[in-house]
């Protein structure tokens, strides 16, 4: 019976986010761009706010190698990705700064950091569940929230690396899936991946922090008006506050 509430809650702590997040599939193309600052606001604010605390509470040795690690892994992921790309002609760093686009690299760095996350996600619903069903379901319920604003904007993110709507939709509910492959894993594993918690968060913190830093921000400073500018700021702020209030909301 534990293992069923496990699989039914690992099902739609990660479908259902997912599919709440897809909203975006009625947002205009011409959106996209002012809303990707959104997206850096909500990635940040889930790596700093919730997921770094977390792996520190854990292990913060740990924690802090693989965020210097996950860095450096994403740095290499994107070079190779873009050693691809640089034996066309289209290559960005054969046209003009602001002509060019990522090919997508955004796109997959953080579907691989997703995948992560929703891994681990698993992990702590089976351990919720072995501890009570209340705070297995309250545990769900939480990650269902938290994991809405940082959905919409890894939505966003794949759409602005030049992803169609319905090929992001399919990654983001593909990626989903890792709940539940962690969740039964967390059922007949839980103490090897307790080992490695704080290790995987750290991880998944990285491509966040990336994703963010690297890739979606410098593309925010070729539109440096004023006016540009101020709804870039608030979009962010927006992001990072969402992540803040559901925080304050539900129980960690």
Not at 44 to 71: D, R, S
Not at 130 to 150: F, K, Y
Not at 158 to 171: F, I, P
Request: charged fraction near 10%; include cysteine; glycine fraction near 10%.
């Amino acid at each position: 019976m534990t293992l069923a509430w496990i699989l039914a809650a690992s099902f739609a702590g990660g479908t259902l986010s997912a599919a709440l997040a897809a909203f975006a599939l009625a947002l205009r193309t011409t959106w996209i761009p002012m809303l990707v600052s959104y997206a850096i606001g909500a990635l940040l604010g889930a790596a700093f706010l919730e997921i770094i605390p977390h792996a520190f509470a854990k292990a913060p040795g740990q924690a802090g190698f693989a965020i210097l690690v996950g860095i450096f892994v994403f740095f290499v992921m994107e070079k190779l990705l873009l050693w691809r790309h640089c034996h066309t002609e289209d290559c960005e760093v054969h046209v003009p700064h602001e002509q060019a686009h990522d090919h997508g690299r955004a796109g997959v760095l953080i579907i691989v950091g997703d995948t992560v996350h929703n891994f681990v996600d698993g992990v702590l619903i089976a351990a919720s569940f072995l501890q009570s069903t209340e705070l297995g379901v309250i545990a769900a319920l939480a990650i269902i929230a938290h994991e809405i604003p940082q959905e919409v904007g890894d939505f966003l993110i794949l759409l602005h690396s030049g992803y169609t709507r319905a090929r992001a939709l399919a990654l983001n509910l593909g990626s989903s899936l890792a709940t539940l492959l962690g969740g039964v894993g967390g059922y007949y594993l839980l103490p090897l991946f307790a080992d490695w918690e704080a290790g995987l968060l750290g991880f998944v913190a990285a491509s966040m922090i990336y994703v963010a830093v690297a890739d979606l921000i410098p593309g925010l400073h070729r539109r440096p008006e004023l006016r540009d500018t101020a709804s870039q700021a608030l979009l962010i702020a927006l992001g990072i506050g969402s992540i803040a209030v559901v925080r304050m909301l539900l129980p960690h």
